[in-house]
């Protein structure tokens, strides 16, 4: 049992410092800042772009 806890420890070990030895990228994090402010425009854009086409035809089916 003791050999099944120092095993599951030191997996936990390695893998911690995997982590340390990982090197964060800035220009990656930067780039999908980015990415995910397009993709919040664009669905913007597209949301508002549906609401004002829903008035325009409410508007037009008032006006008939």
């Given amino acids: 049992m003791g050999s099944n806890f120092n095993n599951k ?3 936990f070990l390695d893998s ?3 982590h ?3 090197k964060v990228d800035l220009n990656d994090l930067m780039r999908k800042v980015k ?3 397009k993709k919040s425009k664009r ?3 597209v949301i508002s772009a549906a ?3 829903a008035v325009a ?3 037009i089916i008032l006006t008939l």
């Fill in 9 to 11: 420890e030191n997996l």
């Fill in 16 to 18: 911690v410092q995997s």
């Fill in 20 to 22: 340390h030895n990982q």
């Fill in 35 to 37: 990415d995910e402010e």
């Fill in 43 to 45: 669905q913007n854009i």
């Fill in 51 to 53: 609401a004002l086409s």
């Fill in 57 to 59: 035809v409410f508007g």
